[in-house]
């Protein structure tokens, strides 16, 4: 049997849903102004340098099939659902 080690889209998609919140922290800016960084609205080669850091960085962690730091496994975490 062929050693599949590809990583679940669910955990792919909240790696990158993060992205701007994680470089903002980073560079203690809003969220909202690496946003407008990222689609080329404002410009700030420090915010860029950021945001292609930290891409490089999931895309290697989705390469390698690496286990994902601080990441719950959404694929197989039930949500509670509260019923009136």
């Known amino acids: 049997m062929k050693n599949n080690n590809t990583v679940p889209c ?3 998609v909240s790696l990158f849903r993060g992205l701007y919140a994680r470089v903002s922290r980073k560079l203690g800016v809003d969220a909202s102004y690496i946003s407008r960084v ?3 609205e404002r410009k ?3 915010a860029k340098k950021a945001i292609d850091q930290e891409y490089r960085k999931g895309l ?3 390469g390698t099939g690496a286990p994902f730091p601080n ?3 959404t ?3 039930k949500r509670k659902v ?3």
Do not use: Q
Request: no cysteine; proline share 0%; glycine share 4%.
């Open 10 to 12: 669910s955990v792919a």
């Open 38 to 40: 990222a689609y080329g």
């Open 44 to 46: 700030s080669e420090a």
């Open 60 to 62: 290697t962690l989705i």
């Open 71 to 73: 990441l719950k496994n």
């Open 75 to 77: 694929a197989t975490t």
């Open 82 to 84: 509260h019923r009136k």
